[in-house]
């Protein structure tokens, strides 16, 4: 997010882990990870820009959701708002965009650049870029936030190998074969090590940092991490049909 709150600790974890989620250490850190093959899974978008009480979170979309009759697999926060919950980023759901690419320089985490664009394209094929690539694109759903974490295999240049800011955090990867792999931490990690984690614990060679602080994991049983704060843009992953 672009407001700076802070959570003064992590609330424990209340729900089972979905299917596609297992729970993984590396270099000392634990974090939830979801795999989300993409003839498995279909990942869309939700959002509360401006729509809804300041205090709504990722469980809210949950809420929702179930109370139409599709309850999803999970939701995650997905990208940075302002106090509004409006998003900051590029914004498209069901092909519409509903928030302009910012490519702007300024203060935070969104600004670190590269930033970059989470996006799904019209075919269910998934991918990382940077922003200046995701002009033009025809996404069915994307979300921008920043920094990258991983581009083309490598650490954002900007990263200190394990640098002293330190939060909850999630982010959002793609491996070279289309998989979409989920991560948040279950405490206070660097970015350092969070890219390092996409990197050469999950195999993506593209990665995006999403938030830090606010991030939030829930499935249809409840809040699995975080889950204190408001969100703007929401990411849903529901299930195919087989």
């Known amino acids: ?16 882990l979905p299917t596609p989620c297992h729970d993984q250490a590396f270099e000392g850190a634990r974090y939830v990870v979801c795999v989300l093959p993409p003839d498995r899974y279909r990942i869309s978008g939700a959002h ?7 205090t709504a979170g990722v469980m809210d979309v949950i809420r929702a959701r179930t109370a139409q009759g599709s309850p999803p697999v ?5 990208g940075m708002y302002d106090a509004n919950l409006n998003a900051i980023g590029l914004l498209v759901e069901d092909g519409r965009q509903l928030k302009a690419l910012n490519q702007r320089d300024g203060p935070g985490n969104f600004h670190l650049k590269p930033n970059g ?3 799904v394209d019209r075919a ?17 759903y994307a979300t921008q936030s920043g920094p990258m974490l991983v581009i083309d295999d490598r650490l954002h240049p900007a990263f200190q190998p ?6 909850r955090r999630n982010g959002v990867g793609v491996r070279a074969d289309g998989t979409v792999v989920l991560a948040i931490s279950r405490g206070t990690v660097s970015f350092g090590a969070f890219a390092r984690l996409f990197r050469d614990g999950l195999d993506c060679p593209d990665a995006l940092f999403l938030d830090g602080a606010v991030s939030a994991l829930a499935g249809p ?3 699995i991490v975080g889950g204190a704060f ?7 992953v529901d299930r195919k049909a087989d």
């Open 221 to 223: 049983d409840g809040p």
């Open 162 to 167: 394990d640098g002293q800011s330190r939060y």
């Open 230 to 236: 408001p969100a703007g843009p929401v990411l849903v």
């Open 124 to 140: 269910g094929h998934a991918r990382v870029v940077v922003s200046a690539e995701a002009a033009g694109a025809d996404f069915a």
């Open 117 to 119: 664009v989470f996006g």
């Open 1 to 16: 997010m672009a407001v700076n709150w802070r959570a003064s600790s992590p609330p424990p974890p209340t729900a089972a």
């Open 48 to 54: 509360n820009d401006g729509q809804a009480d300041p």
């Open 74 to 78: 999970l939701a995650m926060n997905a």
